[in-house]
Structure formats: structure tokens, C-alpha cells
């Protein structure tokens, strides 16, 4: 006997629509454009970086996707961010731009002709604008239509459906950002197409450098940053009393990312006591210790997508004891011998030597490292590593970790150049169970995190409305939370 099969329900909100109710939807709609001399952010500086990627590459077509929509649960979308490589060629950063795709298509001795293939708005006749869950109107709301994105852009626009028929048949040689969106790897995988690490590599290297409309966004990043430290340390009374503090603190923090950029640059970690010693606590469930310290690593991601990423450590009770104090010196020791390091054709790397140095010295002096600090910074030994174990920085810009596909050569292995943006977050991590240590330093995590723009003479802290010392961070929060 066969048994009927059950309805499944597709979703909560899936009522029947009957043919009178889908007549009357498709009528009485009053046009709604964008403004026409509407431009995305800095408009000027987009042509430049596509000539400087069409230069890299002659002769090829080149394949950048905005990415496609991931699955949260049942029926809910992640929100949505464009690849920060789709977004640096175009200046599109908004939750519209899922399945998008941008083709530089070789033209001759002119280079290339950058195409954007767009989903267009939906028409009012028929039932995807109000029915389709994923991408209709009424449901995640109104997109540019091609002749607007053209106008945002200064690109040529193309349907999205007309990516498969350029997919299609006889090709020219074809570079693709692979692993951005699977169809598109799936449409590309034969033939002439290439899908190798080149054109990821290239595109992270011409990041390396921020023009100065980036630089400004970042410092626009850094300076709302600074803004939810802020109302951090303001919020802390109540966030003490809850008993998932670290939580309060992460709310606080994050309501200001969405309120003034695009959200955070990262999931903000909150960390008091001993989960400052894991080094991406995420998890931020924890209650807070009025005698214990407070790591809070955050940045607020612009509209642009521009990131940043600041960590301060900071005494719950608004003072340091002195244990706290003797460790929180020391680190902030070597970030200062870090940031001394940075000027225009310095190694990468020399920032975070000289700051170990500085760390594996404090150890020594303490007593906690049994060998000489030299013996320690040796690469066949590195023993100073159990209380640091993370390098102290990394290049920031539309991601927090920027530029991470770059080759050594031109990144960690690479010299510093004036308008990098980088980060100097040298830490230390005494585990509380740590049988090497002193009980009075176990449980111990403090990391001093700050935004950094190589400058033709040396670099510009960025960050440097946020105080850095002792004496000056007891003494902000004490006005803050007069």
C-alpha cells in the first residue's frame, strides 16, 4: 500500500495566494529612483585600482564574485557582505550585491572593460517581488536596477543571466577568484579557465597600499571605534552586575559598530580574568570580576567595509593592581619598541622582533623564562613563545586580517612602505594553569592593540585618542565613569 506523503510546510509565512490577491499585486506601483547623480563613496579612486589589475593581467578575462548568500538556519540568509575584492573594484558594499559578479574583459591594447553582471530589481508584475523569500523586494528590500547601478558605478552593466552565456562556448584565457562562489567555480571549472592562487594573490598585493581615501575611512573605522571603547567603560556598573557580563560588554560595543558603520569588523572579544588568555574568545558568556582585568578586542566596520581593530586591556575595578600593573608594563613596553620599528623599508617582521625582545627580556628579568633571553629569541629555541605565542600585527584595511592572500615576498617577508595600515598587538597569555608560573601571575591575559599608517618618516598612531598607559587609562576611566 502506498502511503500518501505528507505536505511538507516550506516555511511560517508561505500562505496560498489566491489569483485575484496576485492580479491586485501587480497593480498601482509608483516608480521609485535613486537619485541620478547618486555615486558610490569615493567614486574617483575605482577606475585607478581596475587599470592597475588590468595591467597585471593582459589579454585575460578576469572573474571577481561578490559571493553568494550562506544559509544561517531553515530559511534565514547570514547577513550579507560583498568579497572585500568585489567591493575594492567597485565601491559596492551593500547586502544587494549576493550573486553578483564583476568580468574585466580584455579589450585589446586598451586593457580591459570592466562588466558587472547585477540581479535587476523586481518587476511588479509577477510574483518574485513579493514571493520570493530570498530576493524579492518586500522581503530584503529594494535593489539599484542596471541602468542605476551603471550610474553608482561607471561600470557596464549586463542581467545575470547573461553570465551563462559568456561562460559558454570558445573562451579567452580566464582567471576566476575562486572559492567566492561556487556556481561560478562550477560555470569556469573547463576549458581555458584558471583557477589558481594569482589573481587572489594580486589582488590582496595591490591592497597593500591604502590611497588616501582609505586611509581616511579607517581613520573614520578608528575613530567610532574609540567611541564604543567609550560607551564600554561607561556601561560597566551594569555589566559587572550581570552575570553574563562579558556579554553586556559585547552588546554595548557592538550597538555602536551597527549604529555608526556597517557593524563589527569581527566578532567583538570580550574577555575578563582568565579568558583573556584564550587567545579568540568569542564564546563571551562569561560574568566579570571586579578584581580582574578586561580584554576587549573590537573594531567597527565602516559602511565602506573599512575595518578596525583595537584592543585595550583594562582593570574592572578602574585600577591596576600591581601584579596587573608589573605585566601590563611590560607588554606595553613592547608594543612601544614594536611601533619604533616602523618606518618605510623596514622588514615587516621587525616590528614584532623587536617587541619579543622586549617580552622574552620581562620574562627573563621575572625570573618566569629559566634561560637567557637571547637563547630564548633564538629560532631553533623560541621557548619564550608558551607566554605569546601569536605574531604582533598584521595588515588592516576592508578586512581586519588584510591582504591575507598576498605572497610572502610582498607581505610577512616583505619591506614596509609609506600608506600601509597595520596593526602592533604584541600580548602576553599566563594560562591559570600554568605550572611554570608564579601563582600571583596565573590567569593573567593582556594584549595592547593599536592602527598604525606608515608615514613617509616613520607611522601615525591611529589610534591614539585611546590612552595607552597606566596612569592614563585609571585616569580616563575614572572621568568616564564620574
Not at 633564538?378 to 621557548?383: F, I, K, V
Not at 604582533?392 to 600608506?419: F, P, Q
Request: proline share 6%; net charge negative; hydrophobic share 40%.
Amino acid at each position: 500500500m502506498t502511503r500518501p506523503r505528507p505536505r511538507i510546510a516550506a516555511g511560517s509565512h508561505d500562505l496560498a495566494v489566491s489569483p485575484a490577491l496576485d492580479a491586485f499585486m501587480g497593480t498601482a506601483w509608483a516608480a521609485t529612483p535613486l537619485p541620478a547623480d547618486q555615486r558610490v563613496p569615493g567614486y574617483p579612486e575605482f577606475a585607478r585600482r581596475r587599470a592597475r589589475l588590468s595591467a597585471a593581467f593582459p589579454g585575460e578575462r578576469l572573474i571577481v564574485p561578490a559571493g553568494r548568500l550562506k544559509v544561517r538556519c531553515n530559511d534565514l540568509d547570514h547577513r550579507f557582505r560583498p568579497h572585500s575584492a568585489y567591493a575594492w573594484l567597485t565601491g559596492l558594499t551593500g547586502e544587494d550585491q549576493a550573486d553578483h559578479v564583476l568580468v574585466l574583459e580584455p579589450a585589446g591594447p586598451e586593457g580591459h572593460e570592466p562588466v558587472l553582471h547585477v540581479r535587476p530589481r523586481s518587476p511588479r508584475s509577477g510574483g518574485e517581488f513579493y514571493r520570493d523569500r530570498r530576493y524579492g523586494e518586500f522581503w530584503v528590500g529594494r535593489r539599484p536596477d542596471l541602468a542605476e547601478a551603471a550610474r553608482l558605478t561607471g561600470l557596464r552593466t549586463e542581467h545575470l543571466d547573461d553570465l551563462d552565456k559568456l561562460l559558454s562556448g570558445p573562451q579567452p584565457p580566464t582567471r576566476v577568484l575562486a572559492g567566492t562562489d561556487a556556481l561560478v567555480d562550477q560555470a569556469t571549472g573547463r576549458g581555458s579557465f584558471v583557477q589558481d592562487d594569482e589573481l587572489a594573490a594580486v589582488l590582496s598585493e595591490l591592497r597593500l597600499v591604502k590611497d588616501t581615501w582609505e586611509v581616511q575611512q579607517l581613520q573614520l573605522a578608528v575613530d567610532h571605534t574609540v567611541a564604543g571603547f567609550e560607551d564600554v567603560v561607561r556601561a560597566l556598573p551594569a555589566a559587572l552586575r550581570h552575570h553574563r557580563g562579558e556579554r553586556w560588554i559585547e552588546g554595548v560595543f557592538d550597538l555602536r559598530a551597527r549604529a555608526e558603520g556597517n557593524g563589527p569588523s569581527y566578532t567583538t572579544i570580550a574577555a575578563s580574568g582568565a579568558h583573556a588568555c584564550v587567545l579568540h574568545w568569542i564564546r563571551n558568556d562569561g560574568a566579570l570580576d571586579p578584581d580582574a582585568l578586561l580584554l576587549l578586542d573590537a573594531g567597527v566596520e565602516t559602511d565602506t567595509l573599512y575595518a578596525a581593530d583595537i584592543t585595550r586591556t583594562l582593570p574592572l575595578s578602574g585600577t591596576f593592581t600591581p601584579v596587573q600593573r608589573q605585566a601590563y608594563e611590560l607588554v606595553l613596553a613592547a608594543q612601544s619598541a614594536g611601533i619604533a620599528a616602523l618606518r618605510p623599508g623596514a622588514r615587516f617582521r621587525d616590528f614584532h622582533r623587536a617587541a619579543m625582545r622586549v617580552i622574552a627580556e620581562g620574562l627573563a628579568d621575572w625570573g618566569v623564562l629559566r634561560i637567557p633571553a637571547d637563547q630564548a629569541l633564538a629560532e631553533d629555541n623560541g621557548l619564550y613563545r608558551r607566554y605569546t605565542l601569536c605574531g604582533s600585527g598584521h595588515m588592516l584595511g576592508l578586512d581586519y586580517h588584510d591582504c591575507a592572500k598576498a605572497r610572502a615576498d610582498r607581505y610577512v617577508d616583505g619591506t614596509l612602505e609609506a600608506g600601509m595600515v597595520l596593526t602592533v598587538e604584541p600580548g602576553l597569555y599566563l594560562q591559570p594553569d600554568d605550572e611554570t608560573l608564579p601563582l600571583e601571575l596565573r590567569g593573567l591575559g593582556i594584549r595592547i592593540e593599536d592602527d598604525l599608517v606608515i608615514t613617509e618618516d616613520g607611522a601615525h598612531l591611529m589610534s591614539a585618542a585611546l590612552p595607552r598607559t597606566v596612569t592614563d587609562i585609571e585616569s580616563w576611566m575614572a572621568n568616564l565613569l564620574s
